[in-house]
């Protein structure tokens, strides 16, 4: 190889090098907690995750007794 392909070898490694550093460094870790239900008496949100300091988890409903999480329906709808 001549010495021009060893250097564009070696700037293609360190940009694939430095692009892997710069995506890891924007992922967010999340650390598992203990699943907890912050509660009213029939709504709550069920906390399984702090990424940072910000609870990450469902939203869930009591249904006979037990907490149920819940599918939000989307969608836009006129109002009549």
Known sequence: MTRNGLVVLALLIACAFLAGVAVS????????????????????????AMT??????HLVVRVNGEWVEVQLGGGVHTLK
């Open 25 to 48: 460094a924007q992922v967010l870790n999340s650390r598992p907690v203990t699943p907890k239900v912050i509660e009213s008496p029939d709504v709550g949100f069920r906390v399984e």
């Open 52 to 57: 940072g300091t910000t609870p990450t988890g």
